[in-house]
C-alpha cells in the first residue's frame, strides 16, 4: 500500500530530451544569455553602423525574442504545463525564424561593408595621431563590422539553440 505522503504530483508535459547529452534547461540558460548579449550588443552598434543606420534595432529585437523563446523554455522546465509548452514551442519557432532574418541582414551588412571605401586620407603630422594617413572612418567601420561579425555568431548560436529547443518542444506536443 502506497502512501500518499511525499508523492510527487503528476508533472505536466516536458520537452522532449533529444539525446541523452542534450539539457533543455541549460540550453534555455544558454538561448537567455545569447539573446541578452544581442541587447547588449545592440547599444555599441547604434552609434557605429554606417551601412544600415536602423540595424540597432534587429539585435535588440532578436534579443528580446531570444530570451523569450529560453525563459518559456526554462519556465516549462521548472513547473511544466501544457500551455507553457505551447508558448515554448511558438517562441522558438519565431525566435529560430527571426534568427534566421537577422543571419541574412548581418551578412548583408558585413559584405556591404567590405565594398566601401570609407574616406579619404588626410595627411595628419600631430603626435596624436596613429599613422601619418589617419582615417577615422576606417576606424569607425572597422569597430562597426567587428560588432556585426560578433552578432552574427551570436545569432548562429542562437539558431542553434532554437532548432534544438523547437524540436524538443514540437516533439512533446506530438507525443502528448
Known amino acids: 500500500n502506497m502512501s500518499s505522503e511525499g508523492a510527487m504530483p503528476a508533472a505536466g508535459p516536458r520537452l522532449h530530451h533529444l539525446t541523452t547529452w542534450f539539457d533543455p534547461e541549460s540550453a534555455a540558460v544558454v538561448t537567455i544569455l545569447l539573446g541578452l548579449f544581442q541587447v547588449l550588443l545592440s547599444v555599441p552598434l547604434a552609434y557605429s553602423e554606417q551601412n544600415l543606420p536602423k540595424i540597432f534595432f534587429l539585435p535588440l529585437v532578436i534579443g528580446i525574442l531570444v530570451m523569450a523563446g529560453g525563459s518559456f523554455t526554462l519556465a516549462n522546465e521548472r513547473n511544466p504545463s501544457r500551455q507553457l509548452l505551447k508558448g515554448c514551442a511558438c517562441s522558438n519557432v519565431a525566435g529560430l525564424l527571426g534568427a534566421l532574418i537577422a543571419f541574412c541582414l548581418y551578412c548583408y ?68
Not at 596624436?128 to 572612418?137: L, N, V
Not at 569597430?143 to 542562437?158: E, F, K, N, P
Request: glycine content about 2%; some cysteine; charged content about 15%.
Open 109 to 176: 551588412s558585413l559584405n556591404t561593408a567590405q565594398n566601401k571605401d570609407p574616406c579619404i586620407p588626410i595627411s595628419s603630422h600631430d603626435d596624436f595621431s596613429p599613422s601619418p594617413s589617419f582615417c577615422p572612418g576606417e576606424i569607425l567601420m572597422t569597430y562597426s563590422w567587428s560588432v556585426t561579425l560578433l552578432l552574427l555568431l551570436h545569432d548562429i548560436g542562437a539558431m542553434i539553440m532554437h532548432s534544438l529547443l523547437s524540436l524538443s518542444a514540437l516533439k512533446a506536443l506530438k507525443t502528448d
